[in-house]
Each structure stands twice: as structure tokens, then as C-alpha cells.
């Protein structure tokens, strides 16, 4: 398994920006399908996205999609999730996930990824 550490959450206004980071470290990035999951308090985890091994292939929440996007830096061991348009439903906790595989899928439920960090809290304010 490797290690993941969430940052870059914080307070924001509705309708602000938000960008998030995963530094993933003890592995070759390039191996792991990568994900970003939410969880808000007395709700189950939720996905939010995702991207492939090869950054190719993304996949995105209904509720996030053309607000949101992912990317990834292999070289730097990173991902990233840009939050633009932020709504209050968008409060949570926000993790990254990582998915040690061979293919290039995105899975938006939780059980395929091995890895997961602490996670990073998110409020969007009115």
C-alpha cells in the first residue's frame, strides 16, 4: 500500500475555488487508477471522481461534473482536484483513494481502492 495526504481544504463562500492535492508516496504513481471520494457528516462516502493510470480516462459524480476536474502528475506523485462553483452540498470531508491495477478503469465505488488518506475538510459557506 502507499501513503496518501490530502491538502488544500479549507472555508470558502458559495460559489468560490477550491483546489485539492494527493501526494502519494511509497509506490510508482503511474500503477495506481486514482479517485476522489467526499464524505459528509451522517452521509455515506460518495464518489467524486476519478482518473486512470495514464490520466486518459476521467469520471466524474453527476452532482460534480463541469464543476470540477481532475489531473494528475505522475512525476511529482500528485493529483489534483480543481473545485470551481462551489455549493454548500458540496461541505465534507474530501479523501483520495488509490487503486493498485494493471487496467485503466475508474471505479466510483469504494471496495476496488487499497489505499486511502485522512482527508481534508471542506465548508462552503452561503
Known amino acids: 500500500q502507499v501513503q496518501l495526504v490530502e491538502s488544500g481544504g479549507g472555508l470558502v463562500a458559495a460559489g468560490g475555488s477550491l483546489r485539492l492535492s494527493c501526494v502519494v508516496s511509497?509506490?510508482?504513481?503511474?500503477?495506481?487508477?486514482l479517485g476522489w471520494f467526499r464524505q459528509a457528516p451522517g452521509k455515506e462516502r460518495e464518489f467524486v471522481g476519478g482518473i486512470s493510470r495514464s490520466g486518459s480516462s476521467t469520471q466524474y459524480a453527476d452532482t460534480v461534473k463541469g464543476r470540477f476536474a481532475i489531473s494528475r502528475d505522475n512525476a511529482k506523485n500528485t493529483m489534483y482536484l480543481q473545485m470551481n462553483n462551489l455549493e454548500t452540498e458540496d461541505t465534507a470531508v474530501y479523501y483520495c483513494a488509490a487503486d493498485d491495477a494493471f487496467y485503466e478503469i475508474v471505479f466510483s465505488t469504494t471496495s476496488p481502492y487499497d489505499s486511502w488518506g485522512q482527508g481534508t475538510q471542506v465548508t462552503v459557506s452561503t
Open positions: 511509497g509506490g510508482i504513481l503511474r500503477r495506481y487508477n
